[in-house]
C-alpha cells in the first residue's frame, strides 16, 4: 500500500485511465477487429449466394457469354489456324500472305519462311517479306493479316520510297512477321 500511497490522485487516475485504454485498444484489435471481419465476410459471402440462388437465369445467360466470349478471343489468338497441324503452318502462311497481297494490290517480291522461337506453349513461324505498296495498301494488308493470322507480331519494318512514281508513289517494305501457334 505504501507504493500507491506515493502517488497523488490525479496521477493515478492518469495511469489507470492509460491502462484502461491500452486494454481496450488490445481487445479491439485482436478480440473485436478480426470478428468484426469474420462476420462481414461470412455475411457477403451469403449475399453472393442469395444472388446467385435468386438468378440462376442470370447465370446461364453468364455462361453463355462466357462461351461466346472464349470462342471470339480463340479466334483472335488462332486466327483460321486454330486446328491446322504444325507440319502445315508455314505452307498456309504463304498462302494467306500471297492472297491478301493480291486483295490489296500489293506485289511480293520476296517470302523468307524461317521457324521461329517456341514460347511457352507457342511456336513462331518467321516470315521475311519484301513487297512493293502504295501506303493505304499496305495499312489495310497489315489490319488483314493480323486479323486472318490470329496472334501476329511485327518484328521489324522497313519503308523506302519509290520517288519514281511522282502523282502516286510505292512504297518498298521490308516486314518481319513470326506468326504464333498454340502447339500441342
Do not use: C
Not at 457477403?44 to 472464349?70: M, P, Y
Not at 491446322?84 to 497481297?101: D, F, H, R, T
Not at 506453349?121 to 501506303?135: C, D, L, R, T, Y
Amino acid at each position: 500500500m505504501d507504493f500507491l500511497a506515493r502517488f497523488e490522485r490525479r496521477d493515478f487516475v492518469i495511469v489507470t485511465g492509460l491502462l484502461v485504454f491500452g486494454v481496450a485498444a488490445l481487445l479491439g484489435t485482436f478480440v473485436l477487429k478480426p470478428a468484426w471481419e469474420s462476420y462481414y465476410e461470412v455475411s457477403h459471402s451469403r449475399d453472393l449466394l442469395v444472388g446467385v440462388i435468386g438468378g440462376n437465369a442470370r447465370l446461364d445467360d453468364t455462361i453463355v457469354e462466357l462461351q461466346q466470349e472464349t470462342r471470339r478471343l480463340r479466334a483472335r489468338i488462332y486466327g483460321d489456324v486454330e486446328r491446322l497441324p504444325v507440319s502445315e503452318m508455314e505452307a498456309y502462311i504463304m498462302g494467306k500472305l500471297q492472297q491478301v497481297s493480291w486483295n490489296h494490290q500489293i506485289e511480293l517480291s520476296g517470302v523468307t519462311p524461317r521457324e521461329g522461337d517456341e514460347i511457352d506453349i507457342f511456336q513462331g513461324f518467321v516470315f521475311e517479306i519484301q513487297m512493293v505498296a502504295g501506303f493505304f495498301d499496305l495499312v489495310n494488308w497489315l489490319g488483314e493479316i493480323q486479323h486472318d493470322l490470329g496472334f501476329a507480331v511485327l518484328e521489324s519494318f522497313t519503308l523506302t520510297v519509290d520517288t519514281h512514281d511522282e502523282p502516286d508513289p510505292k512504297l518498298n517494305v521490308r516486314v518481319t512477321i513470326t506468326s504464333y501457334r498454340a502447339v500441342d
